[in-house]
C-alpha cells in the first residue's frame, strides 16, 4: 500500500462557517459525516468529516478563540493547502460566498497559489498547477 495523507482534524468555535468555506472552495467534497460526543470536560462537541472518498478534514466544535495571523510566530498549524482545476473560478466562489481573499502566493510559471482565511484565523492555500511535470510543479529555484 502507498502511504497517503488520509485526514486532519481541526478545532474550531463555529464548524458551520469553516464548511462553507471548504464546501465552497471544494464544491466535489461533502459532509461525508458527522455527531456529537460528549468529551472529558462534559461538554457536547460536534464533530464533521469533510471530504471525499480518500481524504477529509476533521473539525469539531472544540476551538476557543482564533489562530494569530499567519504572519506571527507561534507553534501549531500555519495553512491548510489544496491543489484545484481552476483558482480563478475558485476565488469566484468564495467571495460569491461572502470570504475575502487574504493573499495572492508568489509568482511562479508553473504554479498559482491564493490565500483564504476563516473566520477563525485558519489560513487555507489553494493552488493551481500549470504543469504536469514534476520537476516543474515542484521548482523552489525561481
Not at 4 to 20: G, L, R, W
Not at 94 to 101: D, V
Request: proline share 3%; charged share 25%.
Amino acid at each position: 500500500m502507498k502511504n497517503y495523507f488520509e485526514h486532519a482534524n481541526i478545532s474550531v468555535v463555529n464548524p458551520q462557517s469553516t464548511i462553507k468555506l471548504i464546501l465552497a472552495a471544494l464544491p466535489n467534497w461533502t459532509i461525508r459525516g458527522n455527531g456529537e460526543w460528549m468529551n472529558d470536560r462534559g461538554e457536547n462537541v460536534e464533530w464533521f468529516h469533510v471530504g471525499d472518498d480518500n481524504f477529509y478534514l476533521a473539525i469539531d466544535s472544540q476551538g476557543k478563540g482564533s489562530m494569530p495571523y499567519w504572519t506571527e510566530r507561534f507553534t501549531g498549524l500555519n495553512h491548510l493547502g489544496f491543489a484545484v482545476d481552476d483558482v480563478k473560478a475558485l476565488v469566484a466562489r468564495l467571495q460569491e460566498a461572502g470570504f475575502e481573499m487574504d493573499h495572492w502566493g508568489g509568482e511562479h510559471p508553473h504554479r498559482q497559489s491564493v490565500y483564504f482565511m476563516d473566520e477563525h484565523g485558519i489560513q487555507v492555500e489553494f493552488v493551481e498547477y500549470f504543469s504536469e511535470i514534476n520537476e516543474e510543479r515542484n521548482d523552489y529555484s525561481l
